[in-house]
């Protein structure tokens, strides 16, 4: 069995890893997209990579939910604009017009969006390895999303993830089953620009610190 | 800016898409490691790419902590220990003796071991993005475990994460900052095996299902 595996397994060499560090470095959270259409059945091709990620004692408790219908949207979007104008009342008085400034969110543009849940009422995975740890599902369906991201981007498709949102009245919105919990709402689309630094950090909001920082030994 | 912006950036070719499948493909959550260790600086390097991770609101909460001294490691093993006989406790009857089987970490033998945390009491990103939604700082640093995760594999190097541990007892054990939420235990080092099947799945714990079962539209 082993031989047969080790016979297969394919070589990764450093052109791909290269590769590799341009995608995460060109991977970015996208807010301004084109209008064009994605081709039809993309996004499912996408999900379909997603599900390789992995997940606590394989409980793949990832939902995805693709949301065509315009006045669903519309209620993202009113959602995402109260969560938003909250957000900017609670600004410290130095950055709030920095803040109302920024544009956070594609909900008016990207031509695809989809909103990922974590489905906490799955029996698959018998509960293994997160007993105490419960979140580990949740983080489970955190790393779907950064897989479809990377996957899209490796095909010039563009995500941005949008977190200013009610969880609560998404689900509701979205009229999902008992026991999803919202994770994130993804507008995916082709980016009208591409960089290799952080719109946030372009715009003065913040800026990347160097690993070092972050790094303790024990 | 925006034309010196596309004039650098890369082009991702089928090759390199479909080696990237094939890299989410062969990533597995690695529990039997070769005892050999990493080159010196392996890990801080891997740290460095994971960094390019997204964060909410550019906090770049993640925190890593390699953990290098041997009572630490130990009373890290017996954490893991006591929490998987609490789970095998805890396990349906049938199941229980298969669970008794399953090999779920590396702690005995992995040369490198990285505990990483999530830095709730961080400024970094002045709260953007995570007002109704806390946990996406957490999600940010499990998205950062699977980058450091693809880019060790595309070396050659396996991850292993552990979450039967407790967490208040991993962040004493490690005398951590105040603020900092555990989120998962890495085992790193070089697999005894390549597989393209989750471990889980081979000895019959649990299995993939098709990603159109995790799709709904709406």
């Not at 995608?23 to 039809?40: E, I, K, N, S, T």
């Not at 709030?96 to 543009?109: C, E, F």
């Not at 995916?188 to 946030?200: Q, R, S, T």
């Amino acid at each position: 069995m082993e031989a047969k595996l080790r016979a297969r397994h394919p070589d990764f060499d450093p052109t791909f890893r290269d590769q590799l560090q341009a995608l995460l470095a060109w991977r970015r959270d996208v807010r301004r997209f084109r209008r064009d259409a994605l081709p039809q059945g993309t996004i499912e091709r996408l999900i379909e990579i997603a599900c390789l990620s992995p997940s606590v004692g394989l409980s793949e408790p990832w939902r995805f939910v693709i949301v065509e219908d315009q006045a669903r949207r519309a209620a993202i979007r009113d959602c995402f604009g109260a969560c938003n104008q909250d957000a900017l009342r609670q600004q410290e008085p130095d950055r709030a017009s920095l803040y109302a400034r920024l544009k956070l969110s594609g909900l008016d543009d990207a031509p695809s969006q989809v909103a990922v849940f974590a489905d906490h009422a799955t029996a698959q995975g018998h509960g293994l390895g997160r007993l105490t740890m419960p979140a580990t599902l949740d983080y489970s369906v955190a790393i779907a999303i950064h897989t479809l991201w990377l996957a899209a981007r490796a095909e010039g498709i563009g995500v941005g993830w949008v977190s200013i949102l009610d969880p609560a009245r998404v689900a509701e919105i979205l009229d999902v089953p008992q026991g999803w919990t919202f994770i994130g709402h993804l507008c995916v689309g082709y980016p009208e620009e591409e960089a290799d630094l952080p719109a946030l950090q372009r715009q003065g909001w913040e800026r990347r610190h160097p690993s070092a920082g972050v790094v303790i030994y024990r």
